[in-house]
């Protein structure tokens, strides 16, 4: 796995940088509540607006799986409070159940 993020990121930055490299040249932004235009290299515009999509995106899916981390943490905190029940009445189900049985498998485990 270590190797494939490797085969995908080394080649991601070397064409990041080559893009920097060839791209200095300064462009004029005029933001709205500034008073005069700013001059900064075309990568920065770029990269920046890519950055900036990038944590927009990360800030929706965040606030989309509310309900799901919400029901996650109150089944986790069901099952906790049934496995100190079954081992103080000694009953055989004192045993754990592992994920697959509860149904409480994460993400990466499906």
């Known amino acids: 796995m270590r190797r494939l993020s490797w085969l995908l990121t080394l080649p991601l930055a070397v064409v990041v940088v080559v893009f920097a490299i060839h791209n200095r040249a300064p462009v004029s932004i005029d933001l709205w509540p500034a008073y005069r ?55 055989d189900a004192a045993h754990p159940l592992t994920p697959a049985e509860t149904g409480l498998l994460t993400a990466a485990e499906r």
């Open 37 to 91: 235009p700013v001059s900064v290299p075309l990568y920065l515009v770029v990269l920046g607006a890519v950055v900036l999509g990038f944590l927009a995106g990360a800030l929706v899916q965040w606030v989309a799986g509310g309900k799901r981390r919400q029901q996650a943490r109150r089944s986790n905190r069901r099952l906790t409070e049934l496995e100190r029940e079954a081992a103080a009445t000694g009953s």
